[in-house]
């Protein structure tokens, strides 16, 4: 399935945020790229704004264009309240979580360890990026994969107790979805609700 394979830095520096980790480029260059990036910008309208959001969503959780919206709609015709069931839609996926226990250090390091087999779900090997993991379900790493240095490495000092959703078991290198978290527990800086307003207009 396509992702996006362009420049990290740039985009970071176009969204003003390292949402794709630690970004050294980010830390020079705190300012849009460009020719004009550095000087004075207009004020953004409502709508810039909204866009802006709903581009640092996608580009975080490494979702593209259709599956955004697709994921949209779904949250719109679920109970509570959209944004925030669109953010817990977004944080089911399987690579998300992957990312959340600590077994990868970035989302796009979770999605290769998904798609290279290396993580099994209730015990069976899942490859797809966008499984959709449920409250009970256990997500591990594959047995004969635990030895991996690239886990390993990830793993070593991971806190894992900064998600109360998630139950670390470290005798099965693996964790469990104990609930959907509550948007006070997400720790990305997405204002959610201008993206709802964004869609509304659409």
Request: aromatic share 8%.
């Amino acid at each position: 399935m396509a992702r996006y394979t362009g420049p990290k830095s740039k985009i970071a520096r176009k969204l003003g945020e390292p949402i794709f980790g630690e970004d050294k480029v980010l830390v020079k260059k705190n300012y849009p790229p460009g020719q004009h990036g550095n000087n004075r910008r207009r004020k953004q309208s409502e709508y810039g704004l909204q866009l802006r959001e709903k581009q640092k969503a996608k580009y975080t959780y490494g979702v593209l264009e259709r599956q955004f919206r697709n994921m949209f709609e779904k949250a719109s015709s679920m109970k509570g309240v959209t944004g925030e069931v669109l953010l817990q839609l977004l944080e089911q996926r399987l690579d998300n979580v992957v990312y959340r226990l600590g077994i990868a250090r970035t989302r796009a390091a979770a999605r290769q360890l998904v798609l290279h087999r290396h993580i099994c779900v209730d015990g069976r090997v899942v490859n797809i990026p966008s499984f959709k993991v449920v409250p009970g379900h256990v997500v591990t790493v594959r047995e004969k994969s635990k030895s991996l240095e690239v886990i390993q490495d990830s793993l070593a000092g991971f806190n894992h107790s900064k998600y109360p959703w998630i139950e670390w078991d470290e005798n099965v290198k693996g964790g469990k979805l104990l609930h959907l978290p509550q948007r006070e527990d997400i720790p990305e800086n997405i204002k959610e609700q201008l993206i709802v307003e964004l869609y509304s207009k659409q």
